[in-house]
Every structure is written in C-alpha cells, then in structure tokens.
C-alpha cells in the first residue's frame, strides 16, 4: 500500500506541520469576534464632566 | 491488478515538483487573513461566523481551563476540511490520505493532551482507566482493557481518517473505470454505474466533511478528559 512507503513519511509529516503553523494557524488568529452592537441605554445618558484634573 | 489501483495515492511527482507540497501549499489561498476592517466581505464574514459557531459548539463542554487549545483544534479543523473537500476535485492529491500527515497530526495532539493531563491533574487522569460504577471484582482486566483503548486512540485516529479517504478515493475510481468500460459494451447499465459514481460523490462530500469534524470531536473528547 503506498502509504506505507517510508520514504516520504518524515518530509510529509514536517511539511504539513510546518504549512499548518506557519499558514493556518496565524490566519485563523487574525479572525476576531467582537461583542454584538447593544442598543443605547437611557441610563448612560447622566454623564459626569470630564474635569481635566492634572491642570 | 488490485495493486495499481492503489497508485493514486503514490505521492506524485511532476517536473521533479511533490504535489503533495502544492497540495498543501495552495488551498490557503481560499482563506484570506482577515484586517482590521469593522465589517469584511461575504466571503470573509461566512469563513469568520463558521470558525466562530463551530469554536464555541466543540469548546462549550471544555473546561475553561481548555479553551486555549481552541486555536489549535478549529485550525486543524480548517486544515482537514480543506484538504479532504479539496481531495474531491478530479487530479488533484489528498493529502489526508497519507498516514504520515494523519498519524503525525493525531500522534502529536493526543500525547500532547494525555501529557498535559498527567502532569496537572494525575489522579483525575489515571482515574479514567477505571469507569464509574464497574463491578469490584472486574477491576483489573478495565484497567487493562483502559489502557490498551488509550494507546489505541491516536493509531485508531489517523487511520481512521486515512482508511476513510483511501476507501471513498478507490470507490471512485474503480466506479469510474467501471461506467467508462461500460459505455461501450453496455450502455444502460453504464447509466446505472454513472448513477452510482454521482451519489458516491456525494456521500464522499459529506464523508470529507464528518470525517474532520470527528477528528477534532475526538481530540476534544480526550481533551476534556484531561484538562
């Protein structure tokens, strides 16, 4: 059965683990999840001032 | 004869080029790394909200403390889907079907999950060689029964996955041989044969597609056990 031959079993298995952490792995990395959008409460609208307290 | 059909599977060489490197090389191109962008494009957006939905359906019975090998498991599970689905295309090279790239993926992720569960946790790991509720007296031939199931996992893993292919690959080809032999000499019942090549296709769609998934199932399965 040729996937038993020897031969190209260590060059297969590094080079698919090397594409998979050199290619896959940083591109799935770039995918984000951010939070669903949420509605404006009316409760956010009481705001304190800024009161620039260093100067 | 038998023996020549298995020679789709000989990691092919063109021009002194492996194609199992363009095999691997190429589907990558389908995949564009997402930007900063708020809102990206429908292809883009379809890949994001099915990395997402099939992260969070195999992590959510993961103990928190697991959830780091979230990036590990849904990349393979990208990587498989691709390969297998990309397999399916006429000349073109699977390269889930070498028990190489199988046994190399399913050999080094389960040690690496059964060493992680017997450095933090050993009791806990250990403790699933003996299932709940198990007659006293049977105690000893569980435990080596146990044992010998998980040193078969990865071996049943890759093989798994390579006997899965190999099997859909060579019922392609011989039905596909079949249907052309018969065109001529037979006809209607090329047309029969042509409707079995047509519904094999499809199953070997669906089974490419399951057949990842159990890979990662499986991993996160063993996962759960020891993290």
């Known amino acids: ?55 | 004869m038998t023996l020549s059909l298995f020679d789709q599977f000989l990691s092919p060489v063109v021009c002194w080029i492996p194609l199992v490197a363009i095999a691997i090389m190429l589907p990558w191109i389908l995949f564009p790394s997402p930007t900063t962008r708020w809102v990206n494009n429908r292809n883009l957006t379809s890949q994001n909200w099915f990395l997402g939905q099939s992260t969070s359906q195999i992590f959510s019975p993961i103990n928190p403390s697991g959830h780091k090998w979230a990036i590990l498991l849904s990349s393979l599970l990208i990587f498989l889907t691709t390969m297998n689905t990309a397999g399916l295309l006429p000349y073109t090279f699977t390269p889930t079907s070498q028990l190489s790239i199988n046994m190399g993926f399913a050999g080094a992720l389960w040690m690496g999950i059964v060493i992680l569960g017997m450095r933090t946790q050993p009791t806990h790991s250990l403790g699933h060689l003996l299932p709940e509720g198990a007659p006293a007296l049977l105690t000893p031939v569980l435990v080596i029964i146990e044992t010998i199931s998980l040193f078969i996992r990865p071996i049943a893993l890759g093989v798994r996955l390579t006997a899965n292919l190999t099997a859909g690959h060579l019922l392609i080809q011989l039905t596909s041989t079949a249907t052309l032999a018969l065109l001529t000499i037979m006809p209607i019942t090329a047309i029969f044969t042509g409707v079995l090549l047509f519904l094999l296709a499809l199953l070997e769609a669906a089974v490419a597609l399951i057949q990842a998934y159990v890979f990662i199932l499986l991993l996160s399965l063993y996962l759960q056990e020891n993290v």
Not at chain 1, 10 to 27: D, E, G, Q, R, Y
């Open chain 1, 1 to 55: 059965m040729p996937q038993l031959i020897p031969t190209p079993w260590l060059a297969l298995l590094i080079f698919s683990w090397t594409i998979f952490t050199a290619i896959v792995l940083p591109k799935v990395l770039k995918h984000s999840f951010p939070d669903n959008p949420t509605l404006p409460s009316k409760q956010n609208l009481s705001k304190n001032k800024w009161d620039w307290s260093w100067h």
